[in-house]
């Protein structure tokens, strides 16, 4: 491991060089041969997976050392990597090297009655900087997404996954340079400094996009120090809405699955709205279910008095992502309740209604801010696979696009190409 | 007029509270009927014509003003309205209130495996923050666009034209609240205090997106302070290069009008570009009808030895918008030193090739980084209206979409729609 954890003029000089390198590799890129990019990514594949025994090596370490610290149990279960999970990251880059290219196309075309042609012709974004925490696959994810859409990226890890984001980043260029492409097109800071932060922050010359994964202290940090422009993807506050028109015995699978299918990932539901006018009748089967599960539950005082097991919520539990098996239950007076709470206390990431009855399903699709609003689906749905773009980095909750999950061709810019032949204005 | 020109306690309170308003109206504009926004923009121009007395002496009095302080003979140019920029003005909002309705149209919509349905939707920013400088029109042509997309907008416009602006923002608001539309939907600050920008960068809360339009200054001081997402629109630092395979009558005739048109527009070629190989043929037939139409020229030492009529450009010619008749001229080695050269100088904003050989205009429209790039034709037609977007509020000229031309629909968002019958993720 190299050692930048150094003097802060050292530190500027190694971070703005990578900045060099990856504008140089970003030009590169920007007009490769998409043949040229797949073979980088199905190489990557094989190099991760013949990297497999120093990767468990390096994530043991990586892991051994977070248990010494006090880091959570969610947090260390996104951080542990098995063969499976190495296997599905080799996999994961083999499915974007399968992907379109979406370099090059033309996302419009028109004639204007002068004669003027004009294309809109996707472009990539750049050098790409991505921030994010303690999850390793994010690294492969990320760098093959980036690499598709011809963008070079800066990658700044979690320091808990520091080892194992380094045997994979050297997997990654690896397959980048027997492709015949640019290595610097994939480079990890090498740092545990949290100054290398706010340095790339700031590097606007060399990096064209800023995309911070995280909590709300990351993704406040960065939008307040960015010179850059921001994709954020802030945590997944995610609801789910049991309204009066809802089947019960649909609700209780998908309220189940939304919550538990997976707690640690951020189309987890972290909050269950019923409707009063069915929490009596409905209420009680659900959270059976979910205690049976293993799932805590922290109720307002009408939960309370339905499930004595539940403990008492603040106003603390309607902005907390838990990322575990604890779910916060309020009762709410119908669907416009349920959206006043959504949009005021949620992250604008995932939130579904369950409901048969188009009047409730109509205002809650329309009005609810989120990037993903779902009817009769669980949240747990909120991915860029599941929709079908092939991967993701994550999903986008800013109000500018892009929005939703992010996949490459979210991380592609456009330009207008006008053909004439001769047109002056009049 | 109201004072807000007072301590900066009340400023901030004066600032917020039009968030305030703009936030609820953007919460009533999101979900409007898109009848009553046609209504609102045709009532909107009525008032303008209705009010092109008032209007006139309001500008006289901006102008008056203006020409005491030492504002440039082009701001002054752009700040000036006529009976006919009136009536284009009240024109461009019946434009606009023609446009098909950007909101709520299905921007895709697929099918998966496991029966999801999946929508792609338009819908509003939300509120925008525009931060403009001397023209008036640009508070007609913003607030008309930002209704018709069904945002809010708080305009912070030229403190040289805020007489005219407001006679123009008292025109929307009364067409808005006739159409039964909340008039907070549009809003000049107004205050010619500069701490109302500051104020507004960091109102993250209440703005979803600013829209500063104007030089680097203006650009670079928004990158830096604001907390909100910006769709910068950058100065026009446009380039025609001519190339060894161009046409030299065409070449004439495109460069004049692309330089001397309107020399205050945005589009306007500010620096030409030759091909050394045709510079001896090319250069003095152009640059002869560029003096007799008045314009200045400066160029490089090349230049200077084929026009005895040019001073010495020097490096701050390259990266200098003149908006007036002066033309900056460099002879170059190609079309590869043109492409240096306009990557390296320019504002990414339009730039243009004249030739008719396809290997030098293939590499120009690839590798030139601007939003827009022209074979063949005259930079003035960067302009929304040229599109066909119907109107524009400027060219954005940042690397993530929009980019280029932004009109009604470039000022959206989407968000993602998925209707389920009960899906539960495996």
Redesign the interface.
């Known amino acids: 491991m190299t050692a930048l954890d150094v003097n802060s003029a050292e530190l500027e000089a190694e971070i703005r060089a990578m900045g060099v390198l990856a504008r140089h590799a970003a030009d590169v890129l920007a007009?490769a041969d998409p043949a040229r990019k797949t073979d980088a990514l199905r190489r990557a594949a094989a190099e991760v997976r013949g990297a497999r025994a120093e990767l468990l090596a390096a994530n043991a370490e990586d892991v051994a050392e977070a248990e010494q610290s006090a880091l959570s149990h969610a947090l260390l279960d996104r951080l542990r990597l098995s063969e499976g999970a190495i296997e599905a990251m080799a996999a994961g880059l083999e499915a974007v090297a399968a992907l379109p290219d979406p370099i090059g196309t033309e996302l419009a075309r028109?004639s204007?009655p002068n004669g003027?042609d004009?294309a809109?012709v996707r472009i990539p974004?750049?050098v790409i900087g991505i921030i994010y925490e303690s999850r390793p696959n994010v690294t492969a994810d990320a760098g093959g997404l980036c690499l598709r859409a011809g963008n070079a990226v800066i990658l700044r890890g979690g320091s808990e996954s520091l080892r194992s984001s380094r045997v994979i980043e050297a997997c990654l260029r690896a397959g980048i340079a027997a492709a015949g492409l640019p290595e610097a097109a994939v480079q990890l800071v090498p740092t545990r400094n949290r100054a290398a932060v706010a340095l790339m922050l700031r590097m606007?010359d060399l990096i064209?996009?800023i995309v911070p994964r995280g909590g709300r202290s990351l993704i406040e940090r960065v939008?307040?120090e960015s010179?850059i422009?921001?994709?954020a993807h802030l945590e997944g506050l995610c609801h789910t809405y049991v309204d009066r028109g809802a089947?019960l015995e649909?609700a209780r699978?998908?309220v189940?699955?939304?919550k538990m299918?997976r707690t640690g990932v951020c189309g987890a539901t972290e909050t269950l709205l019923v409707d009063r006018a069915v929490a009596a009748t409905h209420l009680p089967p659900i959270l059976a279910d979910l205690h049976a599960a293993g799932c805590e539950i922290r109720g307002d005082a009408e939960t309370q008095a339905l499930d004595p097991l539940a403990s008492a919520a603040t106003d603390e539990d309607w902005t907390t992502e838990y990322l575990d098996a604890i779910l916060a239950v309020r009762v709410v007076d119908g669907v416009e309740a349920a959206i006043d709470h959504i949009n005021r206390y949620g992250s604008h990431h995932t939130d579904a209604i369950l409901t048969d009855d188009e009047r409730s399903a109509a205002p809650f699709?329309?009005?609810v801010?989120?990037?993903?609003?779902?009817?009769?689906?669980?949240t747990?749905?909120a991915d860029g696979g599941?929709?079908?773009m092939g991967a993701e980095i994550g999903i986008s909750t800013?109000?500018?696009?892009p929005?939703?999950?992010v996949g490459a061709e979210q991380l592609t810019?456009?330009?207008?190409?006008?053909?004439?032949?001769?047109?002056?204005?009049p």
Do not use: C, M
């Not at 801010?369 to 669980?378: D, G, T």
């Not at 800013?398 to 696009?401: D, I, N, S």
């Not at 330009?415 to 204005?425: F, I, L």
């Open positions: 007009h028109w204007r003027l004009i809109r974004l750049g606007a064209d996009v939008q307040r010179r422009p921001v994709i089947d649909q699978r998908i189940l699955n939304a299918r699709l329309e009005r801010e989120s990037a993903i609003v779902l009817h009769n689906a669980s747990q749905f599941e929709f079908g800013g109000r500018l696009p929005r939703g999950p810019s456009y330009k207008y190409v006008v053909r004439g032949n001769g047109q002056t204005r």
